[in-house]
């Protein structure tokens, strides 16, 4: 009795199957979270708000830092550049430099786009090398 019920099952799985409808491939999403984030880039820009834009990129690093090495951020010093230069097995000359800009930039009242533009950089070489 099972196997004629798994058979008719079968069979009627198959006539079924012809009476679906085609259903038209889909366009894939496009990745909107790259548009999304240049326009974002764009607007900060035009404002020319570098204070902001340095604060968040230096407040990004160090949460990177806390989460990713379980060092505590709140006092830079020399204690800590050497642990985060231990841990990420980078030079201390390149963290002293890293460092350095971004206390230069937290004491600044403005920023120029050149002192913007060497943050982003060093932030950059710090992520990828680990300098």
């Given at each position: 009795m099972r196997r004629r019920i798994s058979a008719q099952g079968t069979v009627g799985g198959y006539l079924?199957?012809?009476w679906q409808r085609v259903?038209?491939?889909?366009e894939p999403n496009n990745n909107t979270t790259v548009a999304f984030t240049e326009t974002i880039g764009r607007l900060y820009l035009q404002k020319k708000d570098n204070r902001n834009i340095a604060d968040k990129q230096i407040?990004?690093?160090l949460e990177h830092i806390r989460n990713q090495y379980y060092l505590n951020t709140s006092q830079v010093n020399d204690e800590f550049i050497a642990a985060l230069s231990r841990k990420t097995n980078a030079s201390k000359e390149g963290m002293d430099k890293l460092f350095q800009m971004i206390h230069t930039i937290q004491q600044?009242?403005?920023i120029s786009d050149?002192?913007?533009l060497e943050l982003n950089s060093q932030v950059e070489n710090f992520f990828k090398?680990?300098?």
């Open positions: 079924l199957a012809g259903v038209e491939a889909a407040t990004y690093l600044s009242e403005e050149d002192q913007l090398s680990k300098l």
